[in-house]
């Protein structure tokens, strides 16, 4: 995913990695959200257009109904105006702590010489 025209993977400033394993093991509840804000660039679709989100252990996230999906917040990424809009996904779990945070983001429908993008990763939610 984040080879594609000078992708970066998402980088988070941990210290100690123990700091993160404990919040793993000691919490009930975990979530994160992701903006994509956009402009002439629908954010989700069919299977190759759609984002699709990379977790800490390597498990895709996508928009397609299984056990690997995330959850649509919002989606305004549908039309090619012009304007800039934004679409908002985010993952929640009672049992799998471990897939994140998430560590990189891949856009299907990018390279149009009208399309820009970019991204908002809010912070990891541990309860």
């Given at each position: 995913?984040s080879?594609?025209?000078d ?8 210290t ?7 919040l793993r ?9 992701i903006?994509y ?12 257009r ?7 252990i ?11 999906q995330y959850?649509v ?6 039309v090619?105006d012009?304007?800039?809009h934004?679409t ?5 779990s ?5 897939r994140?945070?998430?560590?990189d ?16 990763v809010e ?5």
């Open positions: 995913m080879t594609l025209n992708g970066k993977v998402i980088e988070y400033n941990i100690d990695a123990s700091q993160l394993t404990f093991l000691l919490t009930t509840n975990v979530s994160q959200t903006t804000n956009c402009r002439n660039s629908i954010a989700l679709g069919d299977a190759k759609s984002l699709k989100l990379l977790t800490s390597d498990v895709e996230l996508t928009n397609e109904e299984g056990k690997n959850d917040i919002s989606d305004e990424c549908t090619r012009g304007q800039w934004q908002r996904v985010g993952y929640e009672t049992t799998r702590s471990s994140l945070p998430i560590i983001v891949a856009a299907g429908d990018i390279g149009g010489v009208d399309q820009e993008f970019s991204w908002e912070p990891v939610c541990f309860v």
